[in-house]
């Protein structure tokens, strides 16, 4: 179960000696991405929009953190709309060219009968770049967590508006025709929600319109599941296997997963810093990276106004995790990089600048829906 208060909106193909995941060919699309999610906006009282230099101050951080199990260097993103624009495209698919950043686009679809904005923002952003910005385009996500907050759980956390099932798959076929004819034609085009929502049968006809199923995963929210830290791998493996079995033969792709730095005590999960870092190596190190899609939660933190802090870094300073980001020998994962001790990263800049965190339109959602 999700909290009410939970924020949430907010490839790897590199190789890495010789451990390397590949861009493949095939339909299923490219595996073993690495990288975080990002929102449209910060969470001060204006929802200041995130500009261009924000988003590269992320993106760079995201590919210099000290001691990552492979380069983190893809970003799924909620909107393609530039927050409190009408459908300027959003400024990060500027930093993600500079920066030869993958991208999980998002259209947003709660709140609206119409995606319309989206798609003049990604039409924009396809006149104004060609194939510099389609190239990095890895997937469409049509919707984030739409039908987790119209199902009983999500009402009964008050956890904002959403969009049903019918109208997520018109919402499908509408992206599908609009990119018919351009660069994106071939892009997966699909959906993201809670496994409970991929394990509902009533939203079947999502799972049959999309090409890729997005599923975000919180042991930490799983109250009624015996979620108490030790048990988080098996309240993992039980989610993910719901996810898993409702997506059959369409690839799945973990959109969200991570484990709360700090906050609340929630059903027996206790939040820590440790606890943090234990989940990144049993969940993302042992099962995950440079394995499976995986888009982590998250770099940079969520919304002051949540009291859980899922970020992984303070202020962007990829030089200082909050934790130990190197996988242990045998996990699986990608060779380990930027092992240097240095306060600079990468890209030769300060990364310890951003004094915002990250919030996802999602959060806003949350807040105020
Ligand atoms: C961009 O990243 C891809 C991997 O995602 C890599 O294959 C390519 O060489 C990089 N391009 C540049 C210009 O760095
Ligand atoms: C399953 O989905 C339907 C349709 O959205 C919803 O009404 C119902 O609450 C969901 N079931 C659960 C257990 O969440
Ligand atoms: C794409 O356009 C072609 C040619 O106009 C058409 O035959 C096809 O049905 C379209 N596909 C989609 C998904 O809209
Ligand atoms: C651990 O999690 C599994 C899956 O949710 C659950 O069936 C089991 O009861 C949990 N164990 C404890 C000790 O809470
Ligand atoms: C981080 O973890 C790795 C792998 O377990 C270990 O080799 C390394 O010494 C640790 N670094 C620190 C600073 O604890």
Not at 35 to 43: E, L, Q, V
Not at 152 to 166: L, M, Y
Not at 251 to 278: C, R
Request: charged residues 20%; proline residues 3%; hydrophobic residues 40%.
């Amino acid at each position: 179960m999700l909290h009410a208060m939970r924020i949430t909106a907010a490839v790897l193909s590199v190789a890495i000696g010789l451990v390397a995941g590949q861009i493949s060919s095939d339909t299923s699309g490219p595996s073993g991405i690495l990288g975080f999610n990002s929102g449209a906006f910060f969470p001060d009282d204006d929802e200041t929009p995130k500009k261009k230099s924000d988003f590269l101050e992320e993106f760079e951080a995201s590919q210099s953190l000290h001691g990552s199990p492979g380069l983190f260097n893809s970003v799924r993103l909620y909107t393609n709309v530039q927050w409190k624009t009408t459908s300027d495209p959003i400024e990060a698919f500027e930093a993600a060219i500079e920066t030869n950043t993958t991208m999980l686009l998002g259209v947003w679809c709660s709140g609206t009968d119409s995606i319309e904005s989206e798609l003049t923002a990604l039409q924009s952003a396809l006149d104004s770049h060609g194939s510099s910005f389609a190239d990095l385009v890895v997937g469409i996500s049509v919707g984030s967590e739409d039908l987790y907050r119209i199902s009983e759980t999500g009402v009964e956390n008050e956890a904002g508006t959403g969009t049903d099932a019918k109208a997520i798959a018109g919402f499908i076929s509408d992206v599908r025709a609009a990119i018919n004819g351009t660069l994106l034609e071939d892009k997966m085009v699909g959906h993201v929600d809670a496994w409970s929502a991929w394990g509902n049968s009533s939203n079947k006809a999502v799972v049959d319109a999309v090409d890729f199923v997005g599923v975000d995963l919180y042991p930490y929210y799983e109250k009624d599941k015996g979620n108490s830290f030790d048990n988080s791998t098996n309240v993992y493996d039980y989610i993910y296997g719901i996810a898993k079995d409702a997506a059959g033969d369409k690839p799945l792709w973990i959109t969200e997963t991570g484990y709360p730095v700090s906050g609340p005590t929630f059903g027996e999960a206790e939040t820590s810093v440790q606890n943090a870092g234990a989940y990144w190596q049993n969940i993302g190190c042992d099962k995950l990276f440079g394995r499976e899609n995986v888009w982590w939660y998250n770099l940079r933190d969520s919304n002051p106004a949540n009291e859980e802090k899922f970020g992984i870094t303070e202020d962007l300073d990829a030089a200082n995790p909050v934790f130990n980001l190197t996988c242990a020998a045998g996990s699986g994962a990608p060779a380990t990089i930027n092992t240097e001790d240095s306060s600079a990263n990468r890209f030769g800049t300060n990364s310890n600048v951003a004094m915002l965190v990250a919030i996802g339109v999602m959060g806003l959602m949350a807040v105020i829906g």
